[in-house]
């Protein structure tokens, strides 16, 4: 009888298997197949920053010397490194940035994980939920690295909103609004080995891409959102009403229009609503 191969943790090969082997006429062609196969299965055994040889998988970067700019560094966050994304395949956003608190404190956010005003996150508009970024305070130089988990703020010029733990990290507590710059960063999934050395391997998701609109704005009035709707409609394929229920007072009526695939292309539909005069337009991920 042929023993069974047996795989568990480190990859044995029974002495047997190989006599078999030996004595058959596919000995040629199979064994090589087998021992690529237990190379494979080795390698994919090994720890959890493994060597990839290349090439990298389809939404991943190697962070080669030439793409790490100055003061190029990982940041640790719970336990797994975070490196920022080469600026080919980055986003870096400049604006204000606000921040918020008590009064949010355990109301589900749009990932659906309950806000922790005492946990390092940020609201943002488009990114990708669950994107890590680095908030730099450009007044005062401090910074900070949050959890995109949930949409916001939806005002025209801010790009980000933190939780309080975020905010008192770049003293954003007491002026309330301060100019920051955010970067996206990309967690390390392995390394590649170069004549440079081990590279680092990181997610590259294309943060350019998604499904977009532009809110045109929000109203309490439903009916005058209704009669600016029916305007939109002529020049716009997409146009929507979404209702936000407040914990307190009437709800608001979101007005948006246009659906979009590229931030690029939801940026000429913000350019234009802002030509017609709806200057406080912005872009929103559905």
Known sequence: MVEKLHVSGNIKVTQKVIEVCRRTVVYKYFFPFLVGIIVVLTSCAGPRNHVVMAPPMKNTVVITPEKQGPGFKPYIVNGERYYPLPHSHGFVQTGQASWYGKGFHGRPTAS????????????????????????????????????????GPFVKGRIIDLSYAAARDIGL??????????????????????????????????????????????????????????????????????????????????????????????????????????????????
């Open 112 to 151: 659906g994980v309950r806000y922790n005003m005492y946990r390092k996150t940020g609201a943002h508009k488009t990114l990708p939920l669950g994107t890590y970024v680095r908030v730099l305070n450009l007044e005062n130089g401090k910074q900070t690295i949050v959890k995109i988990n949930d949409r």
């Open 173 to 286: 507590i007491g002026p309330g609004v301060a100019k920051v710059r955010i970067e996206a960063l990309g967690k390390q999934v392995g390394e590649h080995v170069s004549s440079s050395g081990k590279e680092p391997v990181v997610e590259a998701e294309d943060l350019e891409k998604g499904a977009f609109t532009v809110q045109v704005g929000a109203f309490r009035d439903r009916n005058n959102a209704l009669r600016l709707a029916k305007r939109l409609k002529v020049l716009f394929q997409y146009v929507s009403i979404t209702v936000l229920k407040a914990p307190r007072g009437t709800p608001l009526y979101r007005l948006r229009v246009s659906k979009s695939t590229t931030l690029k292309q939801a940026g000429k539909v913000e350019k234009k609503l802002e030509d017609m005069g709806f200057e406080k337009a912005f872009i929103v991920s559905l």
